[in-house]
């Protein structure tokens, strides 16, 4: 791995590991997880409790496996490069079927809430798709470059500075519904009406 699809490894892992805890962390946020699926017209509402189950198990098992990628990387190992690219192929997979759900919520205007990252006050929008397009960017980016790249053990120093950035880059599109209403204009509260 170079230090580009480093970065991009730990930026990924980040992410699914967040999404991945908070639906993990308790039964509750498992069926509120569940439960934000059920208005989407993409399933039957018997299938909406075994596909949250799914998903979770696939982000939880991104996360090892994009996990064992990095350190593999780091170590030098010779089979880092074939695992990571297999991992770096179901994480696009999996980004790409949420993704397509996240389109479709917000062209339907269904007015489901996010719960990538637990519970949310937004509903799906365009940042959410802009996201996913980023995340899917970034798995590209890494895959090109981990299938076109030659092994080698990166140095400690740059290795950590990919990591870094890696981090930094995924608490931005963890916290990006907050960073957006931070920086969009706050509307003006309509006038009061005179009473006659």
């Given at each position: 791995m170079s230090y580009l699809s480093l970065g991009l490894a730990a930026a990924l892992w980040c992410v699914f590991a967040a999404s991945a805890w908070s639906k993990l962390?308790?039964?509750?946020?498992?069926?509120?997880?569940?439960?934000?699926?059920?208005?989407?017209?993409?399933?039957?509402?018997?299938?909406?409790?075994?596909?949250a189950a799914a998903v979770t198990a696939a982000e939880a098992a991104i996360v090892l496996g994009l996990g064992w990628s990095v350190v593999a990387a780091l170590a030098g190992r010779a089979g880092a490069g074939p695992a990571a690219t297999l991992v770096l192929l179901a994480t696009g997979l999996l980004l790409a079927v949420l993704t397509t759900g996240v389109v479709l919520a917000v062209r339907r205007r269904t007015g489901v809430r996010c719960a990538c990252f637990g519970a949310a006050e937004r509903p799906l929008g365009r940042r959410h798709v802009v996201r996913n397009g980023l995340l899917l960017a970034g798995v590209a980016v890494a895959l090109v470059d981990v299938v076109?790249?030659?092994?080698?053990?990166?140095?400690?120093?740059?290795?950590?500075?990919?990591?870094?950035?890696?981090?930094?880059?995924?608490?931005?599109?963890?916290?990006?519904?907050?960073?957006?209403?931070?920086?969009?204009?706050?509307?003006?509260?309509?006038?009061?009406?005179?009473?006659?």
């Open positions: 962390r308790s039964r509750a946020a498992q069926r509120a997880f569940a439960d934000s699926l059920r208005p989407l017209p993409l399933l039957p509402g018997r299938l909406v409790g075994p596909a076109a790249g030659a092994a080698h053990r990166p140095a400690p120093a740059g290795a950590a500075v990919a990591l870094l950035a890696g981090v930094l880059g995924a608490v931005v599109l963890i916290r990006l519904d907050d960073l957006v209403d931070l920086f969009l204009p706050i509307g003006a509260p309509p006038p009061a009406r005179r009473e006659p």
